[in-house]
């Protein structure tokens, strides 16, 4: 991917880097020049792979298991980064799960588990990082955080998804408002239906279908993405604080027949 973009002697985390899109944001921020530490849940052979890919091309990277569901663990996670490559000038939160169930099916242990990853988890990395980069007085520093169209259109299954995405929406603006006095914006990207992994374990999952759906006419990849993760930490960026961009080849603008 074609980066003019240089973000040379900067630090970035990136959470759940390990996977889909996660990889792609890892990768476009090594090859603009930043340092990396990216986090990984049960991908273990897929971080180190990664991290023996770019050490060989010359990057600067780390990675450390962290289980973002512990308030604990994101901050430890944030304290591992810094102390592997120095303090964090940007965040990309890319962790995240999604466990579709039916609404009359929820579990309390289901919701629990996917508000505490997608958006408890979420705010305490965030506020670990927001309280580092504010203590010595950093300027230019950005979090994004992501979120998905399950944040602004729901579908059947996602009920306990669509309120920790629609929860991370408004989490973007409440941080970019709060922060914005310390020189941190923060941003919110919000992909649509992006080809992933997982999409090879769902049997109903057939891109030419999805993509006649989408008005690009294409289901969406990891590298479409990551270069707008890249471009909000970016200096391109510096005046753009609180908002949650739709990366979803025109979907959620699209009505839908009645």
């Known amino acids: 991917m074609p980066v003019s973009i240089d973000l040379s002697g900067r630090v ?24 990396v530490f ?17 050490r060989r091309g010359g990057a600067r990277v780390g990675a450390a298991h962290a289980d973002l569901g512990s308030p604990e663990a994101a901050r430890g996670l944030v304290a591992k980064a810094e102390e592997a490559l120095g303090p964090l000038d940007h965040v990309v939160n890319v962790a995240g799960i999604t466990d579709p169930h ?21 705010f305490f990395v965030c506020q670990a990082a927001a ?10 520093c950005s979090l994004v955080l992501m979120s998905s169209v399950h944040g602004k259109v729901a579908g059947p299954g996602h009920t306990h998804y669509e309120a920790s995405k629609g929860g991370i929406n408004m989490l973007t603006r409440s941080l970019a408002v709060e922060l914005g006095g310390h020189g941190i914006r923060v941003n919110c990207v919000a992909p649509g239906a992006v080809e992933v992994e997982r999409y090879a374990h769902m ?32 200096p391109g960026a510096s005046y753009i604080s609180g908002e949650t961009i739709y990366v979803d080849g025109g979907l959620t603008s699209k009505m839908v027949p009645l």
């Open 12 to 35: 970035t985390l990136v959470t759940g880097g390990a996977t889909g899109i996660g990889v792609a944001v890892v990768r476009a921020f090594c090859a603009a020049g930043s340092a």
């Open 38 to 54: 990216f986090s990984y849940t049960s991908n273990a052979d897929g971080a180190e792979a990664l991290l023996d890919d770019l």
């Open 102 to 122: 039916p609404v009359l099916e929820i579990t309390p242990e289901t919701w629990d588990r996917t508000l505490d990853i997608n958006l408890r988890g979420m």
């Open 131 to 140: 309280r580092s980069m504010a203590s010595r007085r950093a300027r230019d």
């Open 203 to 234: 049997r109903h999952y057939d891109p030419a279908r999805w993509g006649r759906a989408i008005p690009l006419g294409r289901v969406g990849l990891p590298d479409d993405i990551a270069p707008l993760c890249l471009f909000l930490c970016s």
